[in-house]
């Protein structure tokens, strides 16, 4: 499976990356070579096989809907890049 | 002090001979003295080690066994108030606000903190080259590489450095790097220990574990670490044995195989020789070694080089320079920030698995990679399943070759990807596994992983146990850190 460079630039949009073009080229390379390996599953036939997601195939627990979590705005947003009036700042999404 | 075991410490401590401020001096001491050289840890807690020591001998009434043991955490759990970087840019600045619950666990039973180690980059890694604040090296050559991902916790037990380390595996992330370092690491069931507080790599493979010397060491931290957690859904809710009690138990008549596909063609000459001297101790102790067959076990590799990125890639969306972490300089608009911040703050590694994990997911390629991926992932599982019908445990070599050099693997991903050939399948099984030393190989050592069944932890660390009462592997230290 041999990825284009259009593939490339689509996929780096999709995880939000940026690349220059000296990138896209390894990138490319890297990709393919990765993708090129992970062929080797097609070397069983899996039409029967149930997709397996998770090691627990159990229900997943419920817990009773009362609140565990508090408020600890302020310590949360002490790593904050940038906040105001207990916001978060952004560059301006509406002018 | 430093040659003694966790146990033998925590005994000496009981006992009022040592004290564990002596014993976080002790250590504190040889960090600064050896760790420039190895670069295991990223941030040493001195004050707050020192602290933590002076309360655990001032409260010795209480009774953990691990209280007032110095410990290293690797530097993905979240320690209240302390620098939490992932081996990464992204969050070099990231002070947690908040503990792991094994770190909460930990802190309670009185152990104290060195310090957090060094790491491949967001836990992706099979060497400790890949981290932000530079390689880790391996205390038996500094030329070569410890493993990784937790190579800074395997090399700060190596080099003893600390009595013992926390370490997390989503492939091979614990197993490996104690196998390239020759000491004791496992990496329990799925769900055994509670992830909350853990970064995410890759969230139905990642398992944290004990790394230690012995086997009975980490039978002690897994004792305090494993049990059910009200904050991590996956984490299950099964009563926690009594693991060192069961260290003693006899491993007679216990059933190994070895499977046919992992000692076929290729596997390095002197390495079959190490199994095969470990096969010999445990025969002596009345184990019964057979052939065993895990027919898909070549594709383990090739199935987590879909599904994990694929999961890291979703986790890792969380990054985007608005709430914590790295941000980039003037962005131009949002999504400038988002994908600046991103692309300036992300390793090589890191990036290649988000765009891997990304692709397969992508409209149009998801069945042909990742449903296909969790096929396999069931088809693996199912070999052991059914071996463990036959078996009491599987036994194999932790890793393919000893540590290998420094940039040696580094240009070629896929390379590199193949050294976690026999640790990979049993995260996708979600089983729990073990590495303990069986010798040195021209000066380095060399691992032998035993696998058992779901929450049969007692079963390897048992099997590990006695094998370490009959050899010494596991005491040897590197010559220039004794």
């Known amino acids: ?95 | 002090m430093h040659k003694l075991t966790l146990a033998q410490q925590a005994k000496a401590l009981a006992a009022k001979q040592i004290s564990s401020e002596e014993l976080t001096r002790h250590y504190i001491d040889r960090i600064e003295a050896h760790d420039g050289q190895l670069n295991s840890f990223i941030t040493v807690l001195a004050e707050q080690a020192i602290e933590q020591a002076k309360q655990a001998d001032a409260d010795r009434h209480q009774t953990s066994v691990l209280k007032g043991i110095p410990i290293a955490l690797k530097d993905l759990f979240c320690s209240d108030g302390t620098a939490t970087t992932c081996g990464s840019k992204m969050l070099d600045n990231f002070v947690a606000p908040y503990d792991a619950t094994v770190v909460k666990k930990l802190k309670q039973a009185g152990v104290v903190t060195l310090g957090k180690t060094n790491m491949d980059e967001f836990a992706m890694g099979s060497s400790s080259e890949s981290s932000f604040y530079g390689a880790v090296k391996n205390p038996w050559d500094t030329s070569r590489v410890p493993g990784g991902s937790s190579g800074g916790s395997a090399v700060a037990v190596a080099a003893r450095l600390a009595s013992a380390s926390l370490g997390t595996d989503t492939g091979g992330s614990i197993r490996q790097p104690a196998a390239l370092c020759g000491i004791t690491g496992l990496k329990p069931t799925y769900g055994r220990v509670s992830r909350y507080g853990m970064i995410a790599y890759a969230s139905s493979l990642d398992q944290g574990g004990p790394m230690a010397v012995t086997a009975e060491d980490c039978a002690y931290l897994l004792q305090t670490m494993a049990g059910h957690d009200d904050k991590d859904s996956t984490s299950v809710d099964l009563p926690v044995p009594d693991y060192v009690a069961d260290l003693e138990q006899t491993v007679k008549g216990m059933r190994i195989g070895m499977p046919k596909e992992f000692f076929e063609q290729g596997l390095d000459s002197e390495i079959a020789a190490h199994i095969q001297h470990a096969c010999e101790v445990l025969t002596s102790l009345g184990c019964e070694i057979k052939p065993i067959s895990l027919p898909n076990a070549e594709l383990a590799i090739a199935a987590y080089y879909v599904i994990a990125p694929a999961e890291a890639s979703s986790n890792l969306s969380r990054y985007d320079g608005a709430r914590y972490g790295y941000r980039c300089q003037n962005p131009r608009d949002l999504e400038d920030m988002y994908s600046r911040s991103r692309s300036e703050a992300f390793g090589e590694e890191v990036k290649r698995r988000i765009m891997i994990g990304t692709y397969a997911l992508s409209a149009g390629y998801y069945d042909a990679y990742y449903i296909k991926a969790q096929k396999i992932r069931r088809l693996i599982s199912q070999d052991y399943s059914q071996a463990f019908a036959e078996v009491d445990a599987v036994l194999s070599p932790t890793a393919p070759t000893t540590a290998f050099k420094i940039n040696e693997k580094s240009d070629d991903p896929v390379t590199m990807y193949l050294s976690d050939i026999f640790t990979i399948g049993v995260n996708l099984a979600g089983l729990p596994g073990l590495s303990v030393p069986i010798g040195l190989q021209s000066g380095l050592p060399v691992g032998m992983q035993l696998v058992s069944n779901y929450f049969k932890e007692d079963v390897i660390l048992r099997l590990a146990h006695q094998y370490q009462q009959q050899t010494s592997h596991h005491l040897q230290i590197p010559a220039s850190f004794e």
């Open chain 1, 1 to 95: 499976m041999a990825l284009t460079n259009d593939d490339v630039l689509y996929i780096a949009k999709l995880a939000n990356l940026q690349l220059g073009d000296s990138q896209v080229y390894q990138y490319k390379r890297e990709l393919t070579r990765i993708l090129d390996f992970v062929e080797q599953m097609n070397s069983v036939n899996v039409d029967h096989v149930e997709p397996m997601a998770h090691p627990q195939e159990m229900m997943q627990p419920l817990r009773a809907d009362v609140i565990t979590e508090f408020n600890q705005r302020a310590k949360f947003q002490a790593i904050a890049p940038a906040t105001q009036d207990g916001l978060y700042l952004v560059p301006k999404v509406i002018e």
